[in-house]
């Protein structure tokens, strides 16, 4: 079993509709979870980051993770064309600054938003 | 603060020649990682340094790879006799009190 799944899609949704992303994990000590998105060839771009459980909101976009479950999501709202990319969630051990980077990420979700 | 940089952007070579990649970190930066990714697959941690010193190394890196960062500022990724396998992204990313940012790698096309 992988540390981190992640469902690889590929998922098609039109325009406006609201898309819903999701990784289970299993290793408990994660504590930073974040999401990035990618365009073809292109490097990850960081979305959202949340530290422990919890949601977090930034414009279109929630964050919400449920460590009981060992299982965050990415949801966005009123999805656009310029949203079809590949989202990568990705999760962190942390140290005591927070600073550690050293992620463990999930294969990626490819979406298109068609217009 | 111009981001994290990455040279070449796209590197094609011969199945058995050497390469050497760059990632020039934020400049604040006091931690620097490799990543490597192949196709539709996530990214894969190499290795990481914490200013000059090369603190954790992943088990994905071969005796044909080496990474170095002198005096703590850019860093470079040598793959030695390169293989059809070796082929892939290579990401950096650094961080230092805060979040990472990752460059927008490096592609090594392995003929």
């Known amino acids: 079993q992988k540390e981190v799944e992640q469902d690889p899609g590929p998922l098609s949704v039109p325009e406006g509709a609201i898309v819903s992303l999701n990784c289970t994990y299993s290793?408990?000590?994660?504590?930073?979870f974040m999401w990035y998105r990618q365009y073809s060839r292109k490097g990850p771009e960081l979305l959202m980051y949340?530290?422990?459980?919890g949601n977090k909101e930034d414009g279109r976009f929630t964050a919400q993770v449920d460590k009981s479950s060992k299982y965050i999501s990415l949801f966005i709202r009123d999805s656009q064309p310029s949203d079809s990319a590949t989202y990568l969630c990705?999760?962190?051990?942390?140290?005591?600054?927070?600073?550690?980077?050293?992620?463990?990420f999930g294969k990626g979700t490819l979406l298109t938003v068609n217009p | 603060d111009t981001g994290v940089s990455q040279n070449p952007r796209h590197k094609i070579t011969k199945r058995g020649q050497n390469v050497t990649f760059r990632c020039d970190p934020i400049?604040?930066?006091?931690?620097l990682y490799w990543y490597r990714q192949t196709l539709g697959q996530g990214p894969e941690f190499l290795t990481y340094?914490?200013?000059?010193?090369?603190?954790?190394k992943s088990r994905l890196l071969s005796d044909r790879f080496s990474a170095e960062r002198p005096k703590g500022s850019f860093s470079t990724l040598e793959i030695q006799r390169t293989e059809q396998g070796d082929s892939a992204m290579y990401l950096c990313?650094?961080?230092?009190?805060?979040?990472?940012?990752f460059g927008a790698g490096t592609r090594l096309s392995v003929l």
């Open positions: 990313a650094s961080s230092g009190a805060g979040l990472g940012h």
């Open positions: 290793n408990s000590a994660f504590q930073y």
């Open positions: 949340t530290y422990s459980s």
């Open positions: 990705a999760m962190a051990l942390g140290d005591s600054g927070g600073s550690n980077y050293k992620l463990t």
């Open positions: 400049s604040e930066h006091n931690r």
């Open positions: 340094f914490q200013n000059e010193a090369q603190l954790e």
